[in-house]
């Protein structure tokens, strides 16, 4: 049973900033942000998080938001109007709490449920979309300077679905594959889901796992027999 999450991305220093930010964008407004393991919150380590940041504004400002019938069509409606409510929820109180909004931040006209691709820079702890699920266009990035520091800042909440890290370190991976919490880790990608592998969270994120080997057990039952002699 999975029960939603808030991804988290962690982009450290020694990984193709641009490529990372490119494929970050393109994932993020995927189904307008509603997807379960859509990216929802971004911890670029400091040396970095400007270029970053830079790069995905870039990136998302380039998206074509509209039917989905209609050519050239990246993005659509979130599904009703209430969720454009809660979406300006989750940016006014990012920006009350010190965040800067680099794009976005707003409806889209007055007709269908459109909301702009938002961007938000040095978004602290303490902000809402940071610790809520937002399941719409935002993306929050935050900077970070430890690899101890992020770990604990990711594993932070008590979902754990899905999770992304950009490195171009060996030894950093496997860390990451060993310590953060969740039940789907893609490094330098994000590709979480075939139907060959388990695809399944933790904690607060579910129980049990579909895909793969591991899917089967749903529909297994277990006998235990035992025989003594007499």
Excluded: W
């Amino acid at each position: 049973m999975e029960l939603g999450g808030h991804s988290p991305v962690i982009v450290f220093d020694d990984a193709d900033i641009q490529k990372a930010a490119q494929m970050a964008a393109g994932f993020k407004y995927r189904n307008a942000g509603q997807v379960c393991v859509s990216p929802t919150r971004f911890f670029v380590q400091n040396t970095v998080a400007d270029e970053f940041a830079d790069a995905f504004v870039d990136a998302t400002k380039k998206v074509k938001v509209g039917n989905g019938m209609d050519d050239g069509v990246a993005m659509g409606p979130l599904i009703g109007e209430r969720r454009l409510g809660i979406m300006q929820d989750f940016v006014d109180d990012a920006v009350a709490s010190g965040a800067e909004l680099m794009t976005g931040g707003e409806r889209m006209g007055n007709q269908g449920y459109f909301y702009t691709p938002t961007v938000l820079k040095n978004v602290p702890e303490e902000a809402k979309i940071m610790n809520e699920e937002p399941f719409g266009p935002i993306a929050p990035i935050a900077s970070f300077e430890s690899f101890d520091e992020v770990v604990a800042r990711a594993n932070k909440l008590m979902f754990g679905l899905a999770s992304y890290a950009f490195t171009n370190d060996g030894a950093r991976a496997a860390a990451l594959a060993d310590q953060i919490e969740a039940g789907m880790l893609a490094v330098n990608s994000f590709v979480v889901s075939t139907p060959e592998t388990p695809f399944g969270g933790i904690n607060e994120s579910g129980y049990g796992a579909e895909g793969g080997i591991e899917g089967l057990d749903a529909y297994l039952r277990t006998k235990f027999v035992t025989e003594v002699g007499v």
